[in-house]
Each structure stands twice: as C-alpha cells, then as structure tokens.
Nanobody, 127 residues
Framework: QVQLVESGGGSVQVGGSLRLSCAVSTYTYRRNCMAWFRQAPGKGREAVAWINTDDTGAYYADSVKGRFTISQDNVKKMVYLQMSSLIPEDTALYFC????????????????????WGQGTQVTVSS
C-alpha cells in the first residue's frame, strides 16, 4: 500500500504562483510513475504532469507547459508541482497519484493507470 498526502494548495490571484507537495509513504520499486491530476467542478479528472522517480523523464499536459514544473526527491519521498502564471482555468482540486513499478508511458495521462491517490488539495485562482 502506498499512501499519498498532498499539501500546498490555496487561493491566489491571476499570475501568482503556488508549490504543491506530495508526501509518499514508501517506494517499493526504484522506478515509479508519479503524477499530478486535477479536477474542476463538473469536469473529469485531467492529468497535469507526470514524472519517473528515476528522473528519466517528465511530461506535461499542453495546457500547463511552460507554466508548471514537476519534480521529485527520492530521498525525501516527495513529489512537487511548481505552478506559475496561474490563470482562473487552473482552479481545481489537485491530486497526487502513483503507478508503482512502472515507468511513465504514453498512456500515463489516463487516471486508470494509477493505483494510488491522495485526497487532494484545492487550488483557487481569482481574477
């Protein structure tokens, strides 16, 4: 079992920045795919960014490229999402997700690929 705990959400104005953190209880495998998803009210869960825990690649949704950066620290067992130039469309509940033992793949943007999820942290961007 892997437990994920997100933190760092909040309310910011347009153009502001936030850094989300995800604490991971354990890594059984050296390579795992860790991801950030988000879900706005009335919408489906959308992949934002995903990263291999052996630092062999990081990937982004087109909607956040150039504004968001995903990173991870194996020693601390943390995954981060640095969000900049925030816009109202970024308002959502943000989730951390884990696909243990598998590298990130072309289909890693699909929520069904992930076995473990955190409870989410709310991000609200106001104009």
């Amino acid at each position: 079992q892997v437990q994920l705990v997100e933190s760092g959400g909040g309310s910011v104005q347009v153009g502001g920045s936030l850094r989300l953190s995800c604490a991971v209880s354990t890594y059984t495998y050296r390579r795992n795919c860790m991801a950030w998803f988000r879900q706005a009210p009335g919408k489906g869960r959308e992949a934002v960014a995903w990263i291999n825990t052996d630092d062999t690649g990081a990937y982004y949704a087109d909607s956040v490229k150039g504004r968001f950066t995903i990173s991870q620290d194996n020693v601390k067992k943390m995954v981060y999402l640095q969000m900049s130039s925030l816009i109202p469309e970024d308002t959502a509940l943000y989730f951390c997700a884990a696909d243990p033992g598998n590298p990130c793949r072309a289909l890693s943007s699909q929520a069904v690929r992930y076995d473990y999820w955190g409870q989410g942290t709310q991000v609200t961007v106001s104009s």
